[in-house]
Structures are given as structure tokens and as C-alpha cells.
């Protein structure tokens, strides 16, 4: 997902290259609008075919994908460490005020509780749709680099089917909402305002589209919203935005990532 390139100013020739074009308008297949959403469809029969689907072809697309950073990262292995520090500042300015459990949605493997949440929290509790992944996290976060007794549980499945229950200081979801569809996104976003301690912060992190259209990629089966339709759906959902910035220094040519800290409505 990090390496995803915004399709409205960066194409790739024959030989992999990128180069900017405005290509927006070239691509009618790829984009589809927040109305014809997977999860909206119009009659219950046709939702029925397209919402699993959608989490399917999402399933089967990430089981072929290596349990490393560079697949984490789409091949973009080298932005890890900007990308950590862009995180790392982003909750030093937030001032989380518990620091007993977290929790990483659609966690891989453990590449955020590794190197972001685990130095921060005395537990970390991950969520992960892919088996090898989660067990691949396993292995990594109790290495002998990462703090000993950092991890807590581990549930393998889908964010749409996850209902914590446990109560969080923090919970960090990066680079995953977009395998949702929007009526699980605001679903997923309501069980989270419900599983957290009084003044812990639930932040997601996440590539947003520059227009204002809902782009669906067939490959990895997931959409990327524009900013405005992710601080819509957490409004609905019961969240204010306490805090929002944009990642800076990831390479040029890839969809803007934002950082977004909410609270519950009081
Ligand atoms: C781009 S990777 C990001 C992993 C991790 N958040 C990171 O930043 O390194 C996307 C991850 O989301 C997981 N994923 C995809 N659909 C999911 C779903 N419905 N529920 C939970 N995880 C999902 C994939 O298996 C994959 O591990």
C-alpha cells in the first residue's frame, strides 16, 4: 500500500520506469465512486457476490506476498525507516497518556509493533488477516533486538470480524483500512472508539486520494479514499480529529500518507 503510486501525476512506461503524467480520466476501470463502493451496493443479492469477494481476492493477493519489510512495503523497503520517524514524532506531539497496551490493525509482520509501538508500550497486541504474517510477527517481536515480553496477543483475522476485548492505551492502524468496505470501515471504526481507555487515542495511518474519488486497485482488492471520506466515516463513527499531518519525505509521485489522531465525541 505505501507504494502505491498516485495514478492522477505518476504512470510507469513498459520497462517499470516512472515518469509524471497526468493521466486522470485515462483509467475509468480503476476508479469507482463512493456509491458503487464494495460493501454499498445496490441490491442485497449483488452485495452478497461483491463484499466477499473483495476480502477474498484481498486474501489470496497478500498469501503471495513475501513475509518481509520490502513486502510490507511493496518493494519500497528503504521508506521503513522514514516512515517509523514520521510515526515516532506524530505520537511524541500527541502526549498518549497510558502507556500499558496497544494495539496494531492489520499489523503484517510487526514491522509498526517492532519498531514503533513496542519501545513505547509495555504490551502490544496485534491484528492480522494473514496466518504466515501474524506468525512471522510473532518471531520478529520477540527477537532478541525487540524488548523482551513486549507482545501480547495475537488474533489472526480480518478487521471486519475483529471485536477487541481488551481495553487500549493506543491503537495504530496503518496501510489496511483501505481492504475495508466503507459500512465494516465505520463498523470497525465504532468498535475501536468503544475499546479504549479514557484518553487514549485511536490514529490511523494511511494513503489518501488527491481528487475527490474513491480509486479502487483490482490487484490487491482495496480502494483509497480521499482524506475527507476517512474523517467523514470517524465522525459518524463517534471520533473527533485531534491531530492530523501529512508524512513528509516519502519519495515523490506516491499518494499522500496521513497520520489522523481521534478521541471519542465527549
Ligand atoms: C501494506 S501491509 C501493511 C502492514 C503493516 N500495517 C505495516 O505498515 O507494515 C497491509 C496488511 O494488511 C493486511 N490486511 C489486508 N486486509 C486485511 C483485513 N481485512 N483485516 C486485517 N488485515 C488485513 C495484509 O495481510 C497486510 O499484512
Given at each position: 500500500m505505501s507504494y502505491k503510486l498516485d495514478s492522477e501525476v505518476v504512470t510507469m512506461d513498459e520497462d517499470g520506469l516512472r515518469f509524471s503524467q497526468d493521466c486522470k480520466g485515462q483509467m475509468p476501470e480503476g476508479i469507482i465512486h463512493e456509491k458503487e463502493s464494495p460493501g454499498q451496493a445496490s441490491s442485497t443479492s449483488e452485495n452478497e457476490k461483491v463484499v466477499p469477494e473483495f476480502y477474498n481476492k484481498a486474501q489470496k493477493y497478500w498469501s503471495e506476498v513475501p513475509a518481509t519489510v520490502n513486502g510490507m512495503l511493496g518493494g519500497l523497503g528503504y521508506i521503513n525507516a522514514i516512515d517509523i520517524q514520521g510515526s515516532k514524532i506524530f505520537l511524541r506531539e500527541l502526549k498518549v497518556p497510558g502507556k500499558k497496551l496497544a494495539l496494531d490493525c492489520g499489523a503484517g509482520i510487526g514491522r509498526v509493533s517492532c519498531n514503533l509501538l513496542i519501545p513505547l508500550f509495555e504490551t502490544v497486541d496485534l491484528v492480522e488477516q494473514d496466518a504466515a504474517f501474524a506468525e512471522k510477527a510473532r518471531e520478529l517481536c520477540t527477537s532478541e533486538s525487540v524488548r523482551r515480553n513486549g507482545l501480547g496477543e495475537i488474533y489472526n483475522l480480518g478487521l471486519q470480524e475483529f471485536s477487541p476485548t481488551n481495553k487500549y492505551d493506543l491503537i495504530w492502524s496503518q496501510?489496511?483500512?483501505?481492504?475495508?468496505?466503507d459500512p465494516d470501515l465505520v463498523a470497525f471504526f465504532r468498535r475501536m472508539r468503544l475499546s479504549l481507555q479514557p484518553g487514549a487515542y485511536f490514529c490511523i495511518k494511511e494513503n489518501v486520494s488527491t481528487s475527490k474519488e474513491v480509486i479502487k486497485d483490482d490487484e490487491d482488492s482495496s480502494v483509497t479514499r480521499p482524506l475527507e471520506l476517512y474523517e467523514r466515516f470517524l465522525k459518524e463513527a463517534g471520533f473527533r480529529v485531534a491531530r492530523k499531518v501529512r508524512q513528509q519525505n516519502f519519495p515523490k509521485g506516491l499518494f499522500p500518507v496521513y497520520m489522523i489522531a481521534c478521541k471519542p465525541k465527549p
Open positions: 496501510w489496511v483500512l483501505g481492504h475495508l468496505t
